[in-house]
């Protein structure tokens, strides 16, 4: 499987993100974005569980020194909730059941909303 995907909104059929980090192993996924200092535009991942699930796909900001964006999707691709994270909140919980949990700019979070879907594409090589 690829380490890397583009992110497409289905409704505007644009990429919103051009290369999102696929973490679906432990480590990959505890690590995020922890002790790193800044995010760029262009940084993103997706953190992917196996089903729907709302604790399974809560994340933490320890450790995270900066703000990010936060959209949870459930399995048929549809937006079930997004927030700006602040760095060093113990946790957050999506408002419905959720299989990936994309981490990117906050900027980019305009360009969502709950009920949007949201589809992964192999990256452009």
């Given at each position: 499987m690829r380490t890397y995907r583009q992110l497409w909104h289905v409704e505007n059929g644009r990429v919103l993100l051009k290369r999102l980090k696929w973490c679906d192993s432990?480590?990959?996924?505890?690590?995020?974005?922890?002790?790193?200092?800044?995010?760029?535009?262009?940084?993103g991942l997706v953190l992917v569980e196996k089903s729907d699930n709302?604790?399974?796909t809560a994340i933490h900001m320890l450790f995270v020194f900066f703000d990010l964006g936060v959209i949870w999707i459930n399995e048929a691709?549809?937006?079930?909730d997004a927030v700006v994270a602040k760095?060093?909140?113990?946790?957050?919980?999506?408002?419905?059941?959720a299989c990936y949990v994309i981490e990117l700019h906050p900027s980019l979070l305009g360009q969502v909303q709950v009920g949007d879907h949201l589809q992964f594409l192999d990256e452009e090589v």
């Open positions: 432990f480590g990959s996924k505890l690590r995020g974005f922890t002790f790193r200092r800044s995010l760029s535009l262009d940084d709302r604790f399974n691709g549809e937006v079930v760095p060093w909140r113990p946790s957050y919980v999506p408002q419905a059941p």
